[in-house]
């Protein structure tokens, strides 16, 4: 992979994706990469689908890693999934791609399996944002989703913010009003490995949910809100990701591994732990916060990263027990995310 070595302004070499590899105009669009640095992190951004091209953090000595799944070119984005993006504007799925909101029905564009998933064909880690401000810690990107758009109703004005602050926090800020009364939920898919590579079975995980959100044999929510307890999906007390993945729990089985929305022990709207990972050979430990009221945790047996993604219950327009989806006029959408860094003992 075509590198750039630079030195970061407290540590040793920290290896840069080259800015040329993404020099490119997508529908008409220039596409950049930003890079930011606070002193002891590093992180590229490109306004492709707002995705997280890379994150350098120190483990123990200051050895530093690429602890984001990533591509080095904008070729490789265009042709994949969702990597280290922006999920949007409906994030996860919505079943048989239809919803109802004050008694009128949508039918939303059905891009998997005769649902929707993460916002239909236009989706935000699929077009290209505007860059409307940035600094050497800091970006901010901008795009609007037209009425009508995959379906969706109301014309989505969208901003994300990615910050990287003097505590070693990467914090990814979202806001977003409508025209129309809509659903809206905008995430960041970020495939974490924080030993930088390899497996990442060792890694101990604590999620702070007693209960998740169930799935039928199709992995579609069922509906039904479980407890975690006596079951492999209990990580309320830290345990090694790969402790319990091959087991043979029928929800784990429908999933394939883990796949599943944790339904977080704290109130909505308020920020608040909701994971923590430390990987014990380099000492790195990210704990995430979040004011949302789930976190999707995914990882199977031959993964080589992990997700932890907070967000809305996936289906919740169409689930009568999950939370509220629909923004109207008068509301603003808040969704923080907080990612924090450190290095233990």
Not at 177 to 201: R, Y
Not at 206 to 228: C, E, H, Q, W
Request: proline share 4%; with cysteine; net charge negative.
């Amino acid at each position: 992979m075509a590198m750039l070595f630079v030195s970061c302004s407290k540590h040793s070499k920290v290896k840069l994706y080259e800015v040329e590899k993404f020099n490119t105009t997508i529908n008409g669009k220039q596409v950049s990469l930003v890079t930011l640095d606070n002193g002891d992190l590093m992180m590229q951004v490109t306004n492709y689908g707002g995705r997280v091209v890379s994150l350098w953090a120190p483990g123990r000595k200051g050895k530093y890693a690429n602890l984001i799944a990533s591509h080095d070119n904008i070729n490789d984005y265009v042709n994949s999934g969702l990597l280290g993006a922006t999920v949007g504007r409906y994030a996860s799925v919505i079943s048989n791609g239809k919803i109802t909101i004050d008694g009128t029905d949508y039918e939303l564009t059905k891009n998997h399996n005769g649902n929707t998933v993460n916002g239909g064909d236009t989706e935000a880690g699929k077009i290209v944002w505007d860059i409307v401000a940035q600094n050497d810690t800091a970006v901010v990107f901008h795009a609007v989703f037209a009425d009508g758009q995959d379906g969706f109703p109301g014309n989505l004005d969208a901003t994300m913010t990615y910050t990287l602050t003097s505590a070693n926090e990467l914090v990814v800020s979202c806001k977003a009003t409508t025209d129309a009364p809509t659903v809206c939920d905008i995430t960041q898919h970020l495939s974490f490995n924080l030993k930088g590579d390899g497996d990442i079975l060792d890694h101990d995980l604590m999620i702070n949910g007693k209960f998740f959100t169930a799935i039928k044999s199709d992995r579609l929510p069922s509906g039904n809100i479980r407890p975690v307890k006596n079951s492999p999906l209990d990580f309320i007390a830290a345990k090694k990701i790969g402790k319990d993945i091959n087991s043979d729990f029928p929800q784990m089985q429908f999933a394939g591994g883990y796949d599943f929305n944790y339904v977080l022990g704290k109130p909505f709207g308020k920020i608040g732990l909701a994971a923590s990972v430390v990987e014990p050979v380099s000492g790195r430990k990210m704990e995430v916060y979040t004011d949302q009221s789930g976190l999707q945790f995914s990882a199977c047996a031959t993964s080589t990263s992990f997700v932890l993604e907070p967000q809305n219950f996936p289906d919740a327009p169409n689930q009568e027990k999950f939370p509220n989806a629909v923004l109207r006029p008068d509301e603003e959408y808040n969704h923080t995310c907080i990612y924090k860094f450190s290095v233990v003992d």
